[in-house]
């Protein structure tokens, strides 16, 4: 990966993320464990491009993405890149206090190269696309060629690409993303999502790429009065 093309860090005022904000925490540890477990369940056969999902919206999917690849580069030493594949309502670069100056949209629509559209992340191994400037008329992104040539070069850049991808219900067809990643995991919050609901989602999704689920803000029995991630 020529790294020179990817501008600094610059750390502005974004979301807490734990992992960086609290790093010897409970919660940091738990995503620590996360990412052992994905990557042990990614190695054979070697899967790269890791989609997270969710049934609805804000059940945490754009956190957890952000923390796991945050503990990825920084305690286990992976390449790590975050894509927000969220079109319909991107947040990662809100997440990481980034200007929105050009990002996917701007690469599948050929006004900037791939690697002048990546942002470096706060940690080192660290990379970050986010959506960029969105006149509000694109189309989903997930159904273009485009986004195909995107996918196949930074797979060849990256140990492990990130994908923040869009809930899968009321009306989002996952199958346009499972078709070009290697695994998916859904993050579920716990109390918040009926039953019926989510496998509602699962059956929506497809099980061939499911690798797993994430547990967010299951409230635990810890000795300290915080809520932590589970999986």
């Given at each position: 990966?020529a790294k020179?093309v990817i501008p600094d860090?610059?750390?502005?005022k974004g979301e807490?993320?734990v992992t960086l904000t609290?790093r ?9 464990m996360?990412f052992a ?5 990614c190695?054979?056969?070697?899967k790269k491009l890791?989609a997270?999902?969710s049934s609805?919206?804000?059940e945490?999917k754009?956190?957890?993405t952000a ?7 920084r305690?286990f ?10 079109f ?9 206090a980034m200007?929105e ?9 050929g006004?900037?190269q791939l690697?002048?559209?990546l942002?470096r992340?706060?940690?080192?191994n ?6 960029g400037r969105?006149s ?9 060629e485009?986004i195909k040539?995107v996918?196949?070069?930074v797979r060849?850049w990256f140990?492990?690409?990130?994908i923040?991808?869009?809930?899968i219900?009321?009306?989002f067809?996952?199958s346009f993303?499972?078709?070009s ?5 859904i ?5 918040e999502v009926?039953e019926?609901v989510?496998a509602?989602a699962?059956?929506?999704?497809g099980?061939?790429k499911?690798?797993g ?18 999986y």
């Amino acid at each position: 990966m020529a790294k020179r093309v990817i501008p600094d860090f610059q750390e502005g005022k974004g979301e807490e993320l734990v992992t960086l904000t609290r790093r010897a925490s409970l919660a940091s540890d738990r995503y620590r464990m996360l990412f052992a477990k994905v990557d042990q369940l990614c190695r054979t056969p070697e899967k790269k491009l890791i989609a997270l999902t969710s049934s609805i919206k804000g059940e945490g999917k754009t956190t957890t993405t952000a923390n796991l690849a945050i503990v990825a580069a920084r305690d286990f030493g992976k390449r790590c890149l975050i894509i927000d594949g969220d079109f319909k309502n991107p947040t990662l670069a809100k997440k990481f206090a980034m200007p929105e100056e050009s990002g996917l949209i701007d690469v599948i629509e050929g006004r900037v190269q791939l690697g002048n559209a990546l942002k470096r992340g706060p940690v080192e191994n660290l990379a970050i696309l986010p959506m960029g400037r969105r006149s509000g008329k694109e189309n989903n992104i997930w159904t273009t060629e485009e986004i195909k040539h995107v996918l196949t070069e930074v797979r060849a850049w990256f140990d492990y690409i990130w994908i923040d991808a869009p809930p899968i219900l009321p009306l989002f067809d996952m199958s346009f993303i499972s078709d070009s990643v290697d695994g998916t995991l859904i993050v579920v919050r716990a109390g918040e999502v009926p039953e019926q609901v989510l496998a509602q989602a699962i059956k929506s999704l497809g099980s061939s790429k499911i690798i797993g689920s994430v547990l967010n803000r299951a409230k635990m029995d810890w000795p300290s009065r915080y809520y932590e991630y589970g999986y």
